[in-house]
């Protein structure tokens, strides 16, 4: 008998043992839903999969009576925009003062402190302020996102950037390059698969601050919507729209990783 | 071409290098051997500016050398010596994008056409015609410092300078790596300095061979002084007892890469 230290799982096995647990949280679910609605067929906290169905449909597949609007698809699309408008201003915000502090001392002296000071800085108390500012229209919820993500970000991208061997930059002067050639050219290329992951790492931090600014002043979006039939224990629509955020989130991040793959085929592991 | 007038390297109170004065000529080749630890690194960093001397001036004709790294100056480093996000044609390329002022490095029209003929006809003579389009991370390290090197020569710098660059290769391909400077040094008539800790590759190449080694010792406080060049000798006019005599300076101990041999005996 080999120790179980040792005893890997083949691709296929690998597959149904990681279905497996799905599975079973699926099955205990469908039980005691069942359970509890043939106690009280009017409960709403743990509605079946067709009561589920029912709602989704109601919501994304039949227009809203009194707009005309689908209103899954209309929450959906607002809350994509604010999330990816934001994530673009944090990646390239961050981008911009990590290669910056990160490759030049001066730079790094100066702002480091104080991009260390701003990354401490609750987002979320930053909130009230954003309103205040802002207003409560999508200003202030992608203005959330982005300036609770920026930090993050510039402080990977400084970590990375000085990651990068100095005898590449050594290098890059001895051929005769100046302090913008070698940013541009050696530094900023081999960060760009560095930003795609740091933004992978920070899309789940984005996601909660956009459901909570949606939660707070809104008037659609998925988290806004969520929030909205709480007031009726609507578990038969939340439920949907957390499993599709959920499967956005996984499908963003799934594009990100692909992205990384196809367009830097040089970033690999080991490799110098 | 190159003096160097009674230099001295400290770090804190750590004597590095001491009273070195030598003077290079265009189109030499010195090898520059020692023990790990002697500064021979250290000299070779100074030459390239990105360390200068504690006392002492260090001077490229007649004028003190730059401090910051140039094209006056080519460099082949042991590891990370290519860019690892372009292909071989691209990095070599990228030395005449970064000859030319400007502000992207990335290279147009005419310039571009330009540098890709000059970059092939060099990856032809470093014998890299086959693999241009890969990447580094696919290269052997023997095909890297090729890279490497084709790179540096396309910078067209007076003075290379080769810091243990087949340090990490196999014998054999090393002989291979030899005659491929022995010969780019003859062509493009460069001046060059080698680091290696290979005493026999240092007697086998070049014109010119330094030894570094501390010469004063004091047993109560190691760092107080440094080394220093102990032989500078003209390749070709030695002969085997006196290489035995330095090889023996240099490694006294029969049993070298033992691990206990260097841990600190006393606390």
């Not at chain 1, 009576?65 to 604010?82: M, N």
């Not at chain 1, 970000?153 to 950037?161: E, S, V």
């Not at chain 1, 005769?176 to 790492?201: E, F, S, Y």
């Not at chain 1, 599709?244 to 996984?250: E, H, P, Q, S, V």
Request: aromatic residues 8%.
């Amino acid at each position: 008998m080999k120790r179980i230290l040792n005893i890997k799982p083949s691709r296929f096995s690998a597959l149904c043992l990681g279905l497996l647990p799905l599975l079973i949280c699926v099955v205990i679910y469908m039980i005691a839903s069942d359970l509890r609605l043939e106690a009280n067929p009017n409960d709403k906290l743990l509605p079946s999969f067709s009561q589920m169905g029912e709602a989704w449909s109601r919501m994304a597949l039949t227009p809203n009576v009194r707009t005309g609007e689908y209103i899954f698809w209309v929450d959906t699309w607002s809350s994509l925009q604010r999330l990816l408008l934001g994530m673009l201003i944090a990646a390239s915000v961050g981008l911009l003062i990590g290669l910056l502090t990160g490759a030049l001392p001066l730079m790094g002296a100066t702002f480091s402190p104080l991009i260390t000071v701003l990354s401490l800085i609750p987002p979320l108390a930053l909130l009230p302020i954003l309103f205040i500012v802002f207003g409560l229209g999508e200003l202030s919820k992608v203005a959330l996102i982005a300036i609770g993500i920026t930090p993050f970000i510039a402080r990977d991208i400084q970590r990375r950037t000085q990651e990068i061997p100095i005898e590449q930059l050594i290098k890059a002067q001895t051929l005769g390059a100046n302090t913008a050639q070698v940013l541009i050219r050696v530094l900023l290329p081999q960060l760009m698969p560095k930003l795609l992951d740091a933004v992978r790492l920070s899309l789940g931090a984005g996601w909660l601050f956009l459901i909570a600014a949606e939660a707070i002043a809104s008037t659609d979006g998925l988290g806004y919507r969520i929030f909205l039939v709480r007031r009726y224990m609507s578990m038969d629509v939340i439920l949907p729209y957390v499993a599709w955020i959920t499967c956005l989130a996984f499908i963003l991040d799934q594009v990100l990783a692909l992205l990384s793959r196809k367009l830097f085929p040089w970033h690999v592991k080991g490799g110098h | 071409m190159i003096t160097a007038k009674n230099i001295w390297k400290r770090y804190n109170d750590q004597v590095v290098l001491e009273r070195i004065n030598i003077s290079v000529n265009e189109g030499e080749f010195v090898t520059l051997v020692g023990a790990s630890g002697c500064g021979k690194s250290t000299f070779l960093k100074m030459l390239l500016g990105i360390e200068s001397p504690s006392t002492g001036d260090l001077l490229l004709d007649n004028q003190p050398i730059r401090t910051e790294p140039d094209s006056d100056r080519g460099i082949v480093f042991q590891h990370y010596s290519v860019f690892p996000h372009m292909t071989v044609l691209e990095n070599v390329m990228a030395a005449r994008a970064f000859a030319r002022k400007g502000f992207s490095g990335y290279l147009f029209g005419q310039a571009k056409r330009d540098a890709r003929t000059a970059a092939l006809e060099i990856l032809e003579q470093v014998g890299l015609s086959h693999a241009i389009t890969r990447y580094p991370h696919e290269l052997s390290g023997g095909m890297r410092q090729r890279l490497a090197i084709a790179q540096a020569l396309l910078g067209k710098p007076r003075i290379l300078l080769l810091d243990e660059p087949f340090g990490a290769l196999d014998p054999g391909i090393r002989a291979d790596m030899h005659q491929l400077v022995l010969d780019l040094w003859r062509t493009y008539k460069l001046t060059v300095f080698m680091v290696t800790h290979d005493l026999k590759e240092g007697f086998y190449l070049g014109t010119r061979l330094w030894v570094f080694d501390k010469v004063r010792h004091d047993p109560q406080a190691p760092s107080a002084y440094g080394a220093t060049i102990t032989y500078d000798l003209p390749i070709g006019k030695i002969d085997t007892s006196l290489y035995e005599q330095i090889d023996n300076q240099l490694r006294p101990v029969i049993i070298p890469d033992e691990p206990s041999m260097e841990t600190p005996t006393h606390d």
